[in-house]
Nanobody, 115 residues
C-alpha cells in the first residue's frame, strides 16, 4: 500500500517562503508523476505543479516564477519550494501520486499566509 505524508506547512508572512515535503512509501512504479494540489475552503482542489519521473516539471501560471517542484527519487520525497508567498496562496496543500491506473493522496498540510 502506498502512503504519502506531507509536512512543512505553517504560518508565514506575505513575501516569505516555505518548503513542503511529501514522503512516499510503499510499492511505487518508478514511472510516475507526482503533483502538488491545493484547496481553499469552498473551492475545488486545484493543481499547482507536477513532477514527472522522466524529469519534466510543469507549473500553473499562478505559481510560475515563485514555486519550484523537485523530487529526490532515492529518498522518495517530493518537495515544493514556495517563495514570494501571497495571501491567496493560503490553502491546504496535498501531495498526489499517479502511476498506471493508480492514484494516491496525502492527508494535506495547511499553509497560511498573512499580511
Amino acid at each position: 500500500q502506498v502512503q504519502l505524508v506531507e509536512s512543512g506547512g505553517g504560518l508565514v508572512q506575505a513575501g516569505g517562503s516555505l518548503r513542503l515535503s511529501c514522503a512516499a512509501s510503499g510499492n511505487i512504479n518508478p514511472a510516475n508523476v507526482m503533483n502538488w494540489y491545493r484547496q481553499i475552503p469552498g473551492k475545488e482542489r486545484e493543481l499547482v505543479a507536477s513532477s514527472f519521473s522522466v524529469g519534466a516539471t510543469t507549473y500553473q501560471d499562478f505559481v510560475k516564477g515563485r514555486f519550484t517542484i523537485s523530487r529526490d527519487n532515492y529518498q522518495r520525497t517530493l518537495y515544493l519550494q514556495m517563495n514570494s508567498l501571497k495571501s491567496e496562496d493560503s490553502a491546504v496543500y496535498y501531495c498526489n501520486l499517479r502511476f498506471a491506473k493508480n492514484e494516491f493522496w496525502g492527508q494535506g498540510t495547511q499553509v497560511t499566509v498573512f499580511s
